[in-house]
């Protein structure tokens, strides 16, 4: 079924990624048997579904998983014939990251290797209890692919970031929460309410500030603090003359307190 942008509604149900929207909220989820493995159709299909979402003017993404598991990394097919290796797996990260609206990950059963490495291109993680994460590509004599082994330096420093991706292990999502990696954890059965209660309240606020917010984070994070001082006079119009701006200025000084209803332009 594909309809209109507008409302609540599927597309291709069947699809290896369902998007679905709920408001200004995409919701992408991943739906390919049985544990989500990438490969080329998968990581088209999310980057698809990622772009679709920005260009129809939703105004953020939740990511999750319609399997027992978020995702637990490559499909070892792809891996042994070679298809992954001629993967331009750091772009198709990269343009994942650089969706210019606020992206959740709601992370439950699994996410490895690549599964978690996904995850770490969206902006927020939430995570279930008792979800297993970690990168585990050592223990087949790979190393993470897709740039986990940096987003994980960026989060919880270079020392851990060795020790994740070197042991290989498996880690709970309050530990990776301790380690800044995680954003929040929440029991398994409130996972849905409370990523898709976040993923509201960011469809609900300043889209141009959260875009700037987004590719100055990025940027300080690829290329470093003075590149980001830089990169903060480019954006810095775009915020100025946006209508939310106007509008949470005149809300302030009429009330005192934030309280604008954002329009996201």
């Given at each position: 079924?594909?309809?209109?942008?507008?409302?609540?509604?599927?597309?291709?149900?069947?699809?290896?990624?369902?998007?679905?929207?709920?408001?200004?909220?995409?919701?992408?989820?991943?739906?390919?048997p049985p544990h989500n493995l990438l490969e080329p159709a998968m990581t088209d299909a999310l980057e698809a579904a990622f772009s679709r979402a920005a260009a129809s003017g939703c105004r953020s993404i939740l990511l999750s998983s319609r399997m027992r598991h978020f995702c637990a990394g490559a499909d070892l097919d792809a891996t042994a014939s070679g298809t992954l290796a001629k993967m331009d797996l750091i772009g198709f990260l990269q343009r994942i990251e650089d969706v210019?609206?606020?992206?959740?990950?709601?992370?439950?059963?699994?996410?490895?290797?690549?599964?978690?490495?996904?995850?770490?291109?969206?902006?927020?993680?939430?995570?279930?209890?008792?979800?297993?994460?970690?990168?585990?590509?050592?223990?087949?004599?790979?190393?993470?692919?897709?740039?986990?082994?940096?987003?994980?330096?960026?989060?919880?420093?270079?020392?851990?970031?060795?020790?994740?991706?070197?042991?290989?292990?498996?880690?709970?999502?309050?530990?990776?929460?301790?380690?800044?990696?995680?954003?929040?954890?929440?029991?398994?059965?409130?996972?849905?309410?409370?990523?898709?209660?976040?993923?509201?309240?960011?469809?609900?606020?300043?889209?141009?500030?959260?875009?700037?917010?987004?590719?100055?984070?990025?940027?300080?994070?690829?290329?470093?603090?003075?590149?980001?001082?830089?990169?903060?006079?480019?954006?810095?119009?775009?915020?100025?003359?946006?209508?939310?701006?106007?509008?949470?200025?005149?809300?302030?000084?009429?009330?005192?307190?934030?309280?604008?209803?954002?329009?996201?332009?």
């Open positions: 079924m594909d309809t209109n942008d507008n409302g609540t509604r599927s597309i291709d149900e069947d699809g290896i990624v369902i998007f679905e929207r709920e408001g200004d909220v995409a919701l992408v989820k991943l739906n390919k210019p609206i606020p992206t959740i990950a709601a992370v439950h059963g699994a996410a490895l290797g690549g599964g978690f490495e996904l995850a770490l291109a969206c902006d927020l993680i939430i995570a279930a209890e008792s979800a297993q994460i970690g990168l585990v590509e050592t223990t087949l004599g790979l190393f993470p692919l897709m740039g986990g082994v940096q987003r994980a330096v960026a989060g919880a420093g270079r020392s851990r970031a060795k020790e994740i991706a070197m042991l290989g292990r498996r880690h709970t999502s309050a530990t990776l929460e301790r380690w800044g990696l995680v954003n929040k954890v929440v029991a398994d059965d409130a996972l849905a309410d409370a990523a898709l209660s976040l993923a509201r309240q960011l469809a609900a606020g300043p889209t141009v500030a959260y875009g700037a917010v987004k590719r100055i984070a990025n940027h300080t994070a690829r290329y470093g603090v003075e590149a980001g001082d830089a990169l903060t006079a480019e954006v810095a119009p775009a915020v100025w003359s946006s209508a939310d701006l106007e509008a949470g200025l005149q809300s302030f000084l009429r009330t005192g307190s934030p309280g604008a209803v954002f329009t996201g332009t």
